[in-house]
């Protein structure tokens, strides 16, 4: 089982920037490919980046490229989602998911079914 708990959601105008922390606890943190997804009100939820196990590994949506960096630090059981140029399209409640790692490069995916832990959020305003 592994818990996780986001934190750095808030209230920022546009063109600003937050970064999203995931703290873990429970198993052994760094067998998990992390993800981070987001849901806006009336829709679904939708991927937003992905990193590996190790951490050599990204892969991030279309609309996030060059603006969002996904890290992780597994000596602190962490991960973040620094987001800069926020525009009000990011408006939303961001979770953070984990699945386990089938190597140590392996990436999660973009859908929310491949993934078997999920946060209880934190919301992302942003501001026009």
């Known amino acids: 089982q592994v818990q996780l708990v986001e934190s750095g959601g808030g209230l920022v105008q546009a063109g600003g920037s937050l970064r999203l922390s995931c703290a873990a606890s429970g198993r052994t943190f760094s067998s998990y490919a992390m993800g981070w997804f987001r849901q806006a009100p009336g829709k679904e939820r939708e991927f937003v980046a992905a990193i590996s196990w190790n951490g050599g590994s990204t892969y991030y949506a279309d609309f996030v490229k060059g603006r969002f960096a996904f890290s992780r630090d597994n000596a602190k059981n962490t991960v973040y989602l620094q987001m800069n140029s926020l525009n009000p399209e990011d408006t939303a409640v961001y979770y953070c998911?984990?699945?386990?790692?089938?190597?140590?490069?392996?990436?999660?995916?973009?859908?929310?079914?491949?993934?078997?832990?999920w946060g209880q959020g934190t919301q992302v305003t942003v501001s026009s």
């Open positions: 998911a984990a699945v386990r790692a089938l190597s140590s490069d392996y990436v999660g995916g973009n859908r929310v079914d491949e993934y078997d832990y």
